[in-house]
């Protein structure tokens, strides 16, 4: 068996950078939202926070992807791994593998062509349609399946093509069932558990009421007591835009949960593990409710 891995160094330096700004420039528009009266000051920071935090997941897991990218190659089969896409093509059903460049229309690139994260399906004229998975556009390679293109882009490429045609010489030792898996198949298969989608029911229900009860709340309100001063003195208030922190920290920590919960959903042994993070999302989620209710009506 034959392991080969696509180029990663520029890759991590190119996501590394993206989801280091975005992060800086979500930590500034929250810090000026708790900060500044409702108003459109509150307005345009709270647009642009969420403008950078919502890229943030995406960005975070092709990075992950990237990390955990391989090419395994042996006598039986060929196995493509980019984070939670896998696809295993028996030996016996691919056609060919070749450079890209040796084609005579030039192969496009799929959109948001990153260092690193070469992903996504593009239909060649030739090819019909072709899925990449790769990282360096200087050293991609065709494998020709029974059903699909792919390309890939081991970090040396004439050596990958060399085994690939001596484990073709050798023959298959025992032949390999074809295997597709998605990142969404993840998410349709834990769809179908029941339990599963009350906890993701309630804790998307939980934030988004949250934040709808918030963004009423704020416009009406001047200032709200987060915290007493417990010698005597009357309880400290602050802007009641600063109320924004309660759905915005809830609605993290939910996704965060939610991700890694379907991490975990992979495994069989590990899906108890992943149904505790979904109901703590939800609980998590109640719990900003309650807190922001009791801040609300606190007599100041």
């Known amino acids: 068996m034959n392991r080969f891995l696509p180029p990663k160094r520029n890759g991590f330096i190119a996501h590394g950078a993206i989801l280091f700004t975005l992060t800086v420039i979500a930590a500034i528009a929250f810090l000026n939202l708790t900060r500044v009266e409702a108003g459109a000051t509150f307005l345009i920071s709270l647009l642009i926070l969420l403008a950078a935090f919502a890229p943030l997941p995406f960005f975070a897991y092709r990075l992950y992807s990237l990390w955990g990218a391989e090419y395994i190659l042996s006598r039986d089969s060929l196995t493509l791994r980019w984070g939670l896409r896998v696809e295993e093509i028996p030996l016996n059903d691919i056609e060919f593998v070749r450079a890209a460049q040796d084609l005579a229309a030039p192969l496009r690139l799929p959109a948001l062509a990153l260092p690193g994260g070469l992903l996504g399906a593009r239909r060649h004229p030739d090819l019909g349609m072709v899925e990449f998975l790769a990282s360096d556009a200087k050293k991609l390679l065709l494998v020709a399946a029974a059903k699909r293109v792919f390309v890939i882009s081991p970090e040396q490429p004439a050596q990958f093509t060399q085994k690939f045609a001596r484990a073709v010489e050798l023959g298959s030792l025992a032949p390999a069932e074809p295997k597709s898996v998605y990142p ?117």
Do not use: D, H, K
């Open 184 to 300: 969404s198949f993840v998410v349709e298969r834990a769809w179908r558990s029941g339990l599963a989608r009350y906890f993701w029911l309630t804790a998307a229900l939980l934030n988004v009421g949250l934040f709808a009860w918030v963004s009423f709340i704020i416009p009406r309100t001047s200032r709200v007591a987060l915290g007493a001063q417990f010698n005597g003195s009357a309880l400290e208030t602050v802007p009641s835009s600063q109320l924004i922190i309660f759905p915005l920290a809830s609605l993290g920590l939910s996704l965060f949960g939610w991700a890694a919960g379907l991490y975990l959903y992979r495994r069989e042994a590990e899906r108890p593990l992943a149904f505790i993070l979904w109901a703590s999302s939800a609980l998590t989620g109640l719990l900003f409710l309650l807190a922001a209710f009791f801040v609300v009506t606190t007599p100041i």
